[in-house]
T-cell receptor
């Protein structure tokens, strides 16, 4: 019953460092999403993917890159972290379009 | 323009009372969907209920129901007989077409606190 798994759960970075967040789902879902959650702003879509090998920009894509080399994995990269990227990051997946999304447990990222 | 608006940042309700969480939306697409998610203090996002724009009946899932008023563009969540475990953040979301693709757009959330 793994569902959607995010790693790591917590991370502290210094400004300018890079890192990759990994999202893995075992439900054979086509669609995968990366959201960030900030206080008072709900969840905002960073990037998404509608299938293996495809990615697209969401509402707030600047400063992030993504890759979907395998259907089950969706990676979110920060090339040069900034304090404005301090947030909680959620990965989600769905079988067919943005219907019922299954979420991971989140990654709390702090950039100092 | 804000697509999803939740006007109640926080609500306090006595246990066993019913509670209504407000959500209004804005879209020009005739086909859309509305969702409610619960986020307890542990942080995970839990799907509660879904309403399609063409659904004639209001959606219900156990103690949760969605009061869908299409003309008013509102999709309020009603929780009957509230329990202490209902204390959480609640997010309204809408499936909307953005830049040619359908995506899920979230409101700012309402923090619900159930008092014993």
């Amino acid at each position: 019953n793994a569902g959607v798994t995010q790693t790591p759960k917590f991370r502290v970075l210094k400004t300018g460092q890079s890192m990759t967040l990994l999202c893995a789902q075992d439900m054979n879902h086509e669609y995968m999403y990366w959201y960030r959650q900030d206080p008072g702003m709900g969840l905002r879509l960073i990037h998404y993917s509608v299938g293996e090998g495809t990615t697209a920009k969401g509402e707030v894509p600047d400063g992030y890159n993504v890759s979907r080399l395998k259907k089950q994995n969706f990676l979110l990269g920060l090339e040069s972290a900034a304090p404005s990227q301090t947030s909680v990051y959620f990965c989600a997946s769905s079988y067919q379009g943005p219907l019922k999304l299954f979420f991971g447990s989140g990654t709390q990222l702090s950039v100092l | 323009a804000q697509k999803i608006t939740q006007t109640q940042p926080g609500m306090f309700v006595q246990e066993k009372e019913a509670v209504t969480l407000d959500c209004t939306y804005d879209t020009s697409d005739p086909s859309y969907g509305l969702f409610w998610y619960k986020q307890p203090s542990s942080g995970e996002m839990i799907f509660l209920i879904y309403q399609g724009s063409y659904d004639q009946q209001n959606a219900t899932e156990g103690r949760y129901s969605l009061n869908f008023q299409k003309a008013r563009k509102s999709a309020n969540l009603v929780i009957s007989a509230s329990q202490l475990g209902d204390s959480a953040m609640y997010f309204c979301a809408m499936r909307d077409r953005i830049q040619g693709a359908q995506k899920l757009v979230f409101g700012q959330g309402t923090r619900l606190t159930i008092n014993p």
